[in-house]
């Protein structure tokens, strides 16, 4: 008796948080990047290769972040609990480029650093997305979710914004409209899309609790 009551709590749990031993998995394309690195198979400039292909995995989660809800919608199968796990990966492979561009290719000269972040527009966007994204990774918790309350929805919206900033950040990097950049931007643009008329009503709602607050 006792043991099926803890096959059956196994179960449920399993059922309930098996979507979490996904998180592992997430580190691979860095792993295999850094091993690509080691072995020389990253070409003849592998050090603009390694921080491209890691920008380039964070904008892959952040999209799929942004498409799951409208995905949900068409197949019907709840693909929300996999929002979490593709943000902080996004916020991973961000920080991961980040920290590659001024390792890699800054040998960690800040003076140029802080000289490409004041000047250079496409970096200065990158960073802007960056900071937004990570006050949305550290509130990525049920205690932030119910500390802030409404609130935290309201915070988590900036993930909109730092698509954008992210998808031109994306853009200029390349300088061209290749079919690599023309792919990606696509499905920003059809995702961003799909969320206009949920942002519009909740922009709608929040005009109309301001207002009935001041009345």
Known sequence: MKASRVSGKST?????????????LGPIPAVW?????QNGELGADPVNVFER??????FRFLLICLALAPMQ????????????????????????????YLALDLQFDISIFWRDVTRRPFIILGMVALVLLLPLAVTSNRISMRGLKRNWKRLHRLVYVAAVLAGIHFFLSFKTLNSTTAFYLTVMGL????????????GRRMFMHSGARRS
Not at 12 to 24: D, I, M, N, T
Not at 53 to 58: D, E, N, R, T
């Open 53 to 58: 292909s890691l920008g380039l995995w964070a």
């Open 73 to 100: 919608k068409i197949i019907g199968i709840n693909l929300l609990r996999f929002r979490r796990l593709t943000g902080l990966l996004a916020f991973f492979y961000a920080v991961m480029h980040l920290a590659s």
């Open 33 to 37: 990047l850094v091993w690509q690195g």
């Open 12 to 24: 449920a749990f399993l059922r309930r948080y098996w979507h979490v031993g996904l998180y592992p």
């Open 191 to 202: 995702v961003l899309m799909t969320r206009v008329p949920a942002l519009v009503s909740a």
